[in-house]
Nanobody, 128 residues
Framework: QVQLVESGGGLVQAGGSLRLSCAASGRTFSTLAMGWFRQAPGKEREFVAAISVSGRNTDSADSVKGRFTISRDNAKNTVYLQMNSLKPEDTAIYYC?????????????????????WGQGTQVTVSS
């Protein structure tokens, strides 16, 4: 079983930055493909960004491209989401997700159904 704990959410003004962290335990982190999703009030959960086990390959939603960056530190069992130039429409609960993969995999995953482990979420609120 994999446990995921997000941190770093909060209240920020439009144009500001936040960095979310997600610490994983319960399985060798370097065998987990990771992703970030978000859910705004009244909306379905949506894909934000994903990163392969190796960290070499990433993808992000068009709505955040050029503003958000996903990265990982396998030595710290942690994945990050650096969010810059935040907009009010980025307000949501942000969830970290993990998919069991294998060492050195270059695959990343963008579909919610691909992921089997989820964190509890962290609230990000962007004021205008």
């Amino acid at each position: 079983q994999v446990q995921l704990v997000e941190s770093g959410g909060g209240l920020v003004q439009a144009g500001g930055s936040l960095r979310l962290s997600c610490a994983a335990s319960g399985r060798t982190f370097s065998t987990l493909a990771m992703g970030w999703f978000r859910q705004a009030p009244g909306k379905e959960r949506e894909f934000v960004a994903a990163i392969s086990v190796s960290g070499r390959n990433t993808d992000s939603a068009d709505s955040v491209k050029g503003r958000f960056t996903i990265s990982r530190d396998n030595a710290k069992n942690t994945v990050y989401l650096q969010m810059n130039s935040l907009k009010p429409e980025d307000t949501a609960i942000y969830y970290c997700a993990a998919k069991a993969s294998h060492y050195y995999s270059s695959w990343y995953y963008t579909a919610e159904n691909d992921y089997m482990y989820w964190g509890q979420g962290t609230q990000v609120t962007v004021s205008s």
